[in-house]
């Protein structure tokens, strides 16, 4: 175990890109940074509200619990800077290159501020409602920062980075009578060229750039708690709330399974480069260990 947060607290995890740092949020407005080469440990020294989004190996993008925008040092807990947004975000930002994305409420609707690494407000659009939206992270980004998503109810948007043009409205498919509904699940393939999208009953596989459906998986017996995309080839895993990753879109093949698990339901996960995977569970518990068959 890496480290026992207080039961019920709503873990998330989130490594760098190049997988030098993790951070995990601890307490419900604490956020711990870790080394992955020693595992020593940084406390945040912003009170945050659990939303945070590396940016790179050296920046990390956390919302206060004032609902300012820090950046923090993920090496030394210490914010650089903070900047105020014009509404409380909703979720943690998504990254388009140098540009931070982060979606607000307005009215009915949500608003997406897009601003610089200062906070310099360089546009502002009207997208989907998802104030209401249980999704840890309500907009996603590709890897390459050339898309970003919307996630609402049986629904996703997709813009054109830097021009911010609407692409792609993918809707349908996503929920069944009491099945399903908001999108909270969203992953893009390591090489870009695939999104995989959906919620714990119903998911989809999409193709960049020409917004075609490529595979639709109704899964209503099976709880996906997250999809993930491989770091190392072009493909996704799932987690279930066992803790099991199981090969995507294929979740009745085994992937991996944590034989000595805790009991209870596994809440959030990351999986890094040479197999590295962290899982947060319900009672708390963060566990670290290295995936062998990845």
């Known amino acids: 175990m890496l480290v026992q947060c207080p039961p019920e607290t709503p873990i998330?995890?989130?490594?760098?890109?190049?997988?030098?740092?993790?951070?995990?949020?601890?307490?419900?407005?604490?956020?711990?940074l870790f080394s992955t080469s020693t595992w020593a440990a940084k406390k945040c020294r912003v009170r945050a509200r659990g939303f945070?989004?590396?940016?790179?190996?050296?920046?990390?993008?956390?919302?206060?619990?004032?609902n300012r925008v820090y950046m923090v040092d993920p090496r030394t807990g210490a914010s650089r800077s903070s900047f105020a947004v014009p509404r409380a975000p909703l979720g943690p930002p998504a990254i388009c290159g140098r540009s931070l994305c982060l979606a607000t409420r307005s009215g009915d609707?949500?608003?997406?501020?897009?601003?610089?690494?200062?906070?310099?407000?360089?546009?502002q659009f009207s997208t989907i409602a998802m104030f209401a939206s249980p999704a840890d992270q309500l907009l996603c980004a590709s890897p390459d920062g050339h898309w970003l998503v919307a996630l609402g109810w049986d629904q996703a948007i997709v813009y054109e980075a830097g021009t911010w043009r609407k692409v792609a409205d993918i809707k349908g498919g996503f929920s069944k009578g009491y099945f399903?509904?908001?999108?909270?699940?969203?992953?893009?393939?390591a090489d870009g060229k695939v999104i995989a999208l959906g919620n714990a009953e119903f998911q989809q596989t999409v193709e960049t750039g020409t917004w075609k459906r490529k595979d639709v998986f109704p899964h209503p017996g099976h709880r996906a708690i997250a999809l993930i995309a491989k770091p190392a080839d072009p493909g996704?895993?799932?987690?279930f709330g066992d803790g099991s990753l199981r090969e995507y879109p294929d979740t009745l093949k085994v992937h991996w399974r944590d034989s000595n698990g805790p009991s209870g339901t596994c809440i959030a996960v990351a999986?890094?480069?040479?197999?590295?995977?962290?899982?947060?569970?319900?009672?708390?518990?963060?566990?670290?260990q290295t995936i062998t068959h990845h």
């Open 180 to 189: 399903g509904g908001f999108l909270t699940l969203c992953a893009f393939r």
């Open 52 to 66: 945070f989004t590396f940016i790179d190996a050296n920046l990390i993008s956390v919302i206060g619990v004032d």
């Open 271 to 288: 999986l890094g480069k040479g197999g590295l995977l962290l899982t947060g569970w319900a009672n708390g518990e963060v566990r670290r």
């Open 236 to 239: 996704f895993v799932a987690l």
């Open 109 to 123: 609707l949500s608003t997406v501020f897009v601003t610089d690494l200062a906070g310099h407000v360089q546009r």
């Open 12 to 32: 998330r995890i989130g490594l760098s890109e190049g997988g030098e740092t993790a951070a995990i949020r601890t307490g419900e407005t604490e956020l711990t």
